[in-house]
């Protein structure tokens, strides 16, 4: 299968201070979703970007589709303690499937 | 907001045993998933389904999994004979339509194999 790779893997930060992560591949994706999964929860849907060069933000959070299609990051501003969980990128290439990224962790630091 | 439902949440099953796994989508999508995530580990997609058939598969949807949409509503996955590597989280996922629509996922459902 196709390997997104995301990095950093984990992130230790202190409330307030902002947060960037990516999400690379060697192949060119058509979609590129963001995800934030609680512990024992699925995945919830924070930001989807369908056109490359896209930038939407989503609150405090602000994502961008790569000009190269093969990259996305996310940015999450002022962080809080509830935005603590592990952050994955998806992209769909043509077709029905979608590949998840390898995750990021974010712990937030009161 | 309308959401993916999944049961049961935890599935406890000796191995060989058979198990199905349940999942009722967003009553209007048209687009179904199943994916699996080890402990630990990342999202890993299964299978698609579409206008009642299996639309793409991965290769770690072998011979021991299916699915089947049997009444409109519900969305299933089997497992035949169950191994201890079968454990894990099991999402549904359902999306509206091809276009320009993302996955919605359910809270999963937890497996063990003993």
């Known amino acids: 299968g196709q390997q997104l790779n995301q990095s950093p893997q984990s992130m230790f930060i202190q409330e307030g201070e902002d947060v960037s992560m990516n999400c690379t591949s060697s192949s060119i994706f058509n979609t590129w979703l963001w995800y934030k999964q609680d512990p024992g929860e699925g995945p919830v849907l924070l930001i989807a970007?369908?056109?490359?060069?896209e930038l939407t933000s989503n609150g405090r959070l602000t994502a961008q589709f790569g000009i190269t299609r093969k990259d996305s990051f996310l940015n999450i501003s002022a962080s809080i303690p509830s935005d603590v969980g592990i952050y994955f990128c998806a992209g769909q290439l043509t077709g029905n499937q979608f590949y998840f990224g390898t995750g990021t962790s974010l712990t937030v630091i009161p | 907001e309308p959401e993916v439902t999944q049961t049961p949440s935890h599935q406890v099953t000796q191995m060989g045993q058979e198990v199905i796994l349940r999942c009722v989508p967003i009553s209007n999508h048209l687009y179904f998933y199943w994916y699996r995530q080890i402990l630990g580990q990342k999202v890993e997609f299964l299978v698609s389904?579409?206008?009642?058939?299996?639309?793409?598969k991965s290769e770690i949807f072998d011979d021991q999994f299916s699915v089947e949409r049997p009444d409109g509503s519900n969305f299933t996955l089997k497992i035949r004979s169950t191994k201890l590597e079968d454990s894990a989280m099991y999402f549904c996922a359902s999306r509206r339509d091809s276009l320009r629509q993302p996955q919605h996922f359910g809270d999963g459902t937890r497996l063990s194999i003993l």
């Open positions: 389904f579409y206008n009642n058939e299996i639309s793409e």
């Open positions: 970007l369908y056109k490359a060069g």
